[in-house]
């Protein structure tokens, strides 16, 4: 079937505005929190984390008292996540190198450069931190509703993130966030897109693939 030329910045709009303000499903209460479950977060699932986030903050409240964590202290709190020895190390020193929650940098630059924080994670920060969008969020649901929308191409998270800032201006880039809400409601693997509010410009749906 022949390929269809989609005005993106404009399709897009729709996606977004169903979206726009909808909280991360991770349910921080300040941005210390959602920098230590982000972190916790990858490979499990939001719901374990947001049940391990009450203890664990009773714990440790604020990115000082993490720094004077131990491995031993942190690891109870922490065990349901996988790969939670790792992540307790990349907390211990993420706490120890930024010291107060106050110094959270806000830039994706400093943020990839924390322990065990990529792209993917410091997109999300900065969008609970309500700062300027330095890329597309690009996670596991992306993956799927991108490549099925036709916006982008292929299942390298990098080289789809890339493809999307390319294809939309800078002030549409929560489209990410807005995907990702689309793959857990919606165009989840079996997806439903008879309820879709994008079928129409749908490149799986209008058979363009
Ligand atoms: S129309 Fe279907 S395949 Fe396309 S984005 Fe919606 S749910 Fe996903």
């Given at each position: ?10 399709a897009i709009?729709?996606?977004l ?15 210390y ?6 972190v916790?977060s990858a ?16 714990a440790y ?9 131990s491995i031993?202290?942190l690891l109870?709190f922490?065990?349901?996540a ?6 307790g190390k990349w ?17 994706l ?18 969008r609970y ?8 969020i ?14 982008a191409?292929?299942d ?5 993130e890339k ?6 201006p800078?002030?549409?880039w ?15 693997p079996?997806p439903e ?11 799986y749906?209008?058979?363009?693939l």
């Amino acid at each position: 079937m022949k390929k269809h030329k989609i005005d993106w910045p404009e399709a897009i709009k729709l996606l977004l505005k169903k979206y726009k303000n909808t909280p991360h499903p991770l349910e921080a209460k300040n941005l210390y929190q959602m920098l230590v479950m982000v972190v916790l977060s990858a490979q499990t699932t939001d719901s374990i984390i947001n049940q391990l986030a009450p203890d664990l903050f009773n714990a440790y409240p604020t990115m000082q008292s993490l720094s004077n964590a131990s491995i031993e202290t942190l690891l109870p709190f922490i065990g349901k996540a996988r790969g939670f020895r790792k992540k307790g190390k990349w907390l211990i020193d993420i706490a120890k190198e930024v010291k107060k929650d106050s110094n959270i940098p806000l830039n994706l630059q400093a943020l990839t450069k924390l322990s065990g924080i990529g792209r993917k994670s410091a997109n999300v920060i900065l969008r609970y931190a309500d700062a300027p969008a330095e890329g597309v969020i690009v996670d596991i649901h992306v993956l799927r509703v991108a490549p099925r929308l036709g916006i982008a191409t292929g299942d390298d998270a990098t080289k789809m993130e890339k493809q999307i800032m390319e294809v939309l201006p800078q002030k549409e880039w929560d489209a990410g966030m807005a995907m990702s809400f689309l793959g857990r409601e919606i165009c989840k693997p079996a997806p439903e897109c008879d309820k879709c509010l994008m079928n129409k410009v749908c490149a799986y749906y209008n058979g363009w693939l």
